[in-house]
């Protein structure tokens, strides 16, 4: 349904009829598939805006376009913008210096906010903390028994005087109820209310007004749309919200939520949410999510380890080796072997023009062939002469036979190995090395 | 209610939303200097309403072949009927009504992700099926979430509709079995399965889904099942793939639309149409048993546009 945005440059750079540099229209189409990738993926339609032409500015002063491998380039700086905008690592609770130190969890309905006020009181206990949840939502049937359920599950107390008190008379109770017990923490669990909702908004600010509040954190669901940023500027504006805390990041919503709200309120992403379980929750990770929200986390990491094995250096000088006609069995070899150390052969072997064409002709279907099938082609090179390496060309019948004694294959096991040589270094010919790199599709 | 009410309620709730999108509109119109702006700023409207690339594409498409002089020439008024039937013609069905019938067994399984509203609108079914005069049976096969059960035993007292007893952590499946028996004993001719909230990727809950639907069917011979999903107004296009995975492990037969009385427009219900094809059967627009209506995609279209 939605290809991600590795295919579609996939297609862009296939319809490159040049050497692989970018001119102004490849750079507006790859412009282009990143506004849909980051629309797919429910960052603000405005915030997509802004964000498409300050990137534009960038590529341009960046000078990519000059670069070996543009594709490289863009995913990579693209993804460096959203993780800058995503913010640093700020994954700490504000202690009071006087404790107790009290945290206020607010936001639309079914966000997962009990849920998260417990995984907060359990990561804060794991901290060292002796954390008290307090049960303010007296609306929703059977609010207060769920967390009270939740809280005995984890032997985490919870406060409660039942539905009778308003919001900030049940924590002052509870404030005073602390104080007589070992407890530095306070987690109150609101009601979910729309920001629409005059009267619970006000709620939400009477709170702020009578009680001395170290942390105000909105929860937000990570599949919310267009809207959220309307919601959680409004929550924004009626409390100052010190953080918030991204939830059900265990599905695979892309959770462009989090580039809107960040972008635009300037708060920051301070935990995720990964699932019912009190222990799944993490600190916020801006490189992670940028990935995500970009639906591409395995290519990154991908290309970050092709640039480990191939640097710009190696790059030029098998290019140079390829232009002169003068990529041999050597540099084939040496570049299975870097494909292996990369791992995923299968996916780097897409993202190599000419390798692909190996790729189809053995079967990687089963578990471990693939090793097995590149032994034998290593073992098959190593088996011959400098100089048979160097011009496979005079190789005739006998050293075939050679060849295959002495690696333990068969004749057509060497005629299929030469073969494929041959097409690698045709296709190889026509354009260089890794510069029209073509991505393989993410499998999820 | 008179449809005159149902439309009033339905504008109220949608209050807030429309007269940003309609003020939006009418600017829009009146202010676009050329057809390109105009499109430009047509597709933002519609994104911005969670409609999605692909339907907004398809709409836009539509409005690229109007003569768009002759447009500016005509009112404000014309132009609105030309978006509304673009977007009721994406919405449109044949299938959008939940059918009781009272001489079979009619089961109701909700499904969704979690927090999307499934044991409210439990509730609320149950509340409009009994004062539709039908024998209304709710089953709390949400026997994971701490106190889920309690939740919709608050309901069904509200609603004055019975419900069967279980225990938290009981089998789903098991429960579903139990209710089925007790809704053929006691002469039901309305069973309502509310179900713990699952995120679509999870293969094994997805499984367990599966079990109940096959459950069901082993258990009642004459019945007619209908299987909601639950979907939040708010959710962006992760509601595709939901719908998609959904549709896919179980086969929805409709789409129940909660949190309308919000600020989101719920553009996303017209995303899932154009994609899969299924329909959007009910709209819950607020907390009351009685905030539950049959969805109309003209009244949809009207109330988000006037």
């Known amino acids: 349904m939605f290809a991600n945005l590795t295919d579609k440059f996939q297609i862009i750079f296939k319809k490159i009829k040049n050497k692989g540099k970018l001119n102004e229209d490849d750079i507006k189409n790859c412009l282009h598939e990143i506004r849909i990738a980051l629309l797919e993926a429910d960052v603000n339609y405005k915030v997509v805006k802004e964000f498409i032409n300050d990137l534009y500015m960038q590529i341009k002063q960046e000078k990519v376009t000059e670069s070996l491998t543009p594709t490289q380039q863009i995913v990579k700086l693209v993804n460096k913008e959203i993780t800058k905008i995503l913010g640093s690592k700020q994954s700490d609770i504000a202690i009071n210096s006087t404790p107790p130190t009290i945290i206020l969890l607010a936001g639309l309905q079914g966000t997962g906010k009990t849920t998260t006020a417990v995984k907060l009181a359990h990561y804060c206990r794991e901290k060292g903390h002796r954390p008290l949840l307090i049960a303010t939502d007296i609306y929703r049937p059977a609010a207060i028994e769920q967390l009270q359920v939740l809280g005995e599950k984890s032997n985490l107390p919870v406060f409660s005087i039942g539905r009778n008190e308003n919001a900030v008379n049940i924590i002052k109770a509870a404030i005073k109820y602390s104080s007589k017990k070992d407890i530095d923490i306070l987690i109150i669990d609101t009601a979910g209310r729309l920001h629409i909702d ?40 009626k409390i100052k919200l010190s953080g918030i805390v991204l939830t059900k990041l265990d599905g695979d919503s892309r959770g462009g939520v989090a ?24 600190a916020f990770h801006p490189e992670r999510m940028a990935s995500r929200i970009l639906g591409m986390g395995d290519v990154l990491t991908l290309i970050e380890k092709v640039e480990s094995v191939y640097n710009e250096k190696e790059l030029k000088r098998l290019d140079k080796k390829i232009k002169n006609h003068n990529f041999d069995l050597n540099d084939f070899s040496l570049q299975l072997k870097k494909m292996k150390n990369i791992g995923s052969v299968n996916q780097i072997m897409d993202m190599i023009p000419g390798f692909n064409n190996i ?48 690696s333990g294959t068969q004749i057509h096991e060497v005629n299929r190995l030469l073969k494929q040589f041959y097409q690698v270094k045709e296709i190889l010919k026509k354009g260089p090395l890794i510069k029209n790199i073509s991505f393989n599709k993410i499998s999820r | 209610m008179k449809i005159i009410d149902i439309i009033s309620q339905f504008k109220d709730g949608l209050n807030k939303s429309r007269k940003d999108l309609a003020n939006k509109l009418e600017l829009l119109f009146h202010y676009s200097t050329n057809k390109s702006n105009f499109l430009e700023r047509l597709e933002e409207l519609l994104i911005l309403s969670d409609v999605g690339i692909l339907a907004t594409s398809e709409i836009m498409n539509k409005f690229d072949q109007i ?11 014309c132009f609105k009927e030309k978006l509304k039937d673009i977007i009721i013609d994406i919405l449109n069905s044949n299938n959008s009504k939940i059918d009781i019938n009272k001489d079979r067994l009619n089961i109701i399984m909700i499904i969704g992700v979690n927090g999307s509203g499934k044991t409210s609108i439990a509730g609320k079914i149950a509340y409009r099926l009994k004062k539709e005069s039908n024998n209304v049976l709710l089953v709390p096969a ?4 701490a106190a889920g059960i309690q939740q919709l035993k608050i309901l069904a007292d509200q609603t004055g509709v019975e419900m069967i007893n279980t225990k938290e952590g009981a089998d789903p499946a098991s429960v579903v079995y139990d209710g089925i028996s007790a809704a ?11 179900t713990a909230g699952r ?14 639907k096959r459950v069901i069917h082993n258990e009642a ?13 708010t959710m962006g296009q992760n509601a595709i793939f939901q719908a998609k995975s959904f549709n896919e492990s179980l086969g929805v037969t409709g789409i129940v639309l909660t949190k309308m009385d919000g600020t989101a427009k719920g553009g996303i219900v017209i995303a899932i149409k154009k994609e899969l094809n299924i329909p959007v059967k009910l709209i819950s627009l607020g907390e009351k048993l009685n905030n539950l209506y049959d969805f109309e995609a003209s009244k949809f279209a009207e109330a988000l546009l006037d």
């Open chain 1, 198 to 237: 005059d009267k619970l908004m006000s709620e939400l600010q009477e709170i702020e007004r009578n009680i001395s509040l170290q942390e105000k954190l909105l929860i937000v669901d990570a599949m919310a749309g267009q809207d959220a940023l309307n919601s959680a500027k409004i929550f924004c504006d």
């Open chain 1, 259 to 282: 580039l809107s709200l960040k972008k635009v309120l300037g708060i920051p992403i301070k935990f995720i949410g990964l699932g019912e379980k009190v222990d799944n929750f993490q």
């Open chain 1, 359 to 406: 790729k189809n002709n053995i079967n990687f279907n089963k578990l471990g062939n693939e090793r097995n099938e590149l032994r034998k082609i290593e073992a098959i090179i190593s088996s011959m002469t400098i100089k048979e390496r160097e011009n496979p060309n005079i190789i005739n019948g006998s050293r075939r036979k050679r060849i295959a004694r002495g």
């Open chain 2, 67 to 77: 003569n768009f002089k002759e447009y500016r020439e005509n009112n404000f008024i």
């Open chain 2, 142 to 145: 949400d026997t994971f979430r």
């Open chain 2, 184 to 194: 053929q004993a006691r002469k039901k001719n309305v069973v309502i399965i509310d």
């Open chain 2, 199 to 212: 995120l679509h990727t999870k293969i094994n809950l997805m499984n367990e889904l599966e079990k109940i």
């Open chain 2, 221 to 233: 011979k004459e019945l007619s099942l209908e299987i909601l999903q639950v979907i939040d107004a």
